[in-house]
C-alpha cells in the first residue's frame, strides 16, 4: 500500500486561506499522488474554528510554533485578537486526522503560522522572515510525522520512490 500524505488544504486548491483562496501546488506529483489516493487534505485553521476569509496572523516577537504549543507566545491577528487557541486546536486535529488517516508524512505550504516549517513570519506584519516552525508543523514533528514544506516537494518524491522501490 502506498504511504498517504497529509496535504495543506491551500496546496490542492481548495478556497481555505485568510484571504478565501487557495495556493494550489503545481507538480507532476501532485496528480500521480491524487490519482493513486495518497493525498488527504486538511485546513487546521478552519478545523480550529477560525473563519474564511479571517484577518492574517503571524507568531509574534519571533518566535515558532512550539513556543505557542508551551504557552511561551502568542499567535495574534493583524487586529490585535490572540488566536493562539484556535491555532493549537486545529493543529491538534491535524495530527489526529493524519493519525487516523495513516499519513505518516505531512507536505504542508511554507510560511504560514499553521504550516510552515522552512520559515515563518516574525510578527511584524512587515513581512519578515524567519526560520522556524508553524503550530501545525510544531505539533506534527513531535507526533513524530514526517514534514515536508512545498519547496521540498521533490525530496519527498525522492523519498517515497525510494521508499517503494525498496520497501513496498
Ligand atoms: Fe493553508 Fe495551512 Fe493556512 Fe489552512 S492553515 S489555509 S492549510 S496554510
Known amino acids: 500500500m502506498f504511504p498517504k500524505i497529509l496535504i495543506s488544504a491551500c496546496l490542492l486548491g481548495r478556497p481555505v486561506r485568510y484571504d478565501g483562496k487557495g495556493k494550489p501546488l503545481s507538480h507532476p506529483a501532485i496528480a500521480r499522488w491524487q490519482a493513486e ?8 485553521e478552519q478545523a480550529g474554528g477560525l473563519p474564511t476569509p479571517r484577518p492574517p496572523a503571524e507568531i509574534e516577537a519571533g518566535m515558532g510554533g512550539e513556543d505557542v504549543v508551551e504557552g511561551r507566545a502568542r499567535v495574534v491577528e493583524n487586529t490585535g485578537r490572540d488566536v493562539s487557541g484556535a491555532f493549537v486546536e486545529g493543529g491538534r486535529q491535524a495530527v489526529e486526522f493524519a493519525r487516523a488517516n495513516g499519513c505518516a ?15 515563518i513570519y516574525d510578527g511584524s506584519f512587515s513581512a519578515v522572515r524567519h526560520p522556524g516552525l508553524g503550530v501545525t508543523a510544531a505539533l ?19 523519498h517515497l520512490d525510494g521508499k517503494a522501490g525498496n520497501d513496498l
Not at 489516493?37 to 487546521?44: A, E, H, K
Open 37 to 44: 489516493g495518497r493525498l488527504v487534505g486538511f485546513c487546521p
Open 105 to 119: 508524512f505531512a507536505l504542508l505550504i511554507d510560511g504560514s503560522p499553521s504550516c510552515g516549517s522552512g520559515f
Open 140 to 158: 506534527m514533528r513531535r507526533a513524530g510525522i514526517s514534514v515536508y514544506s512545498d519547496r521540498e516537494i521533490d525530496a519527498l518524491v525522492a
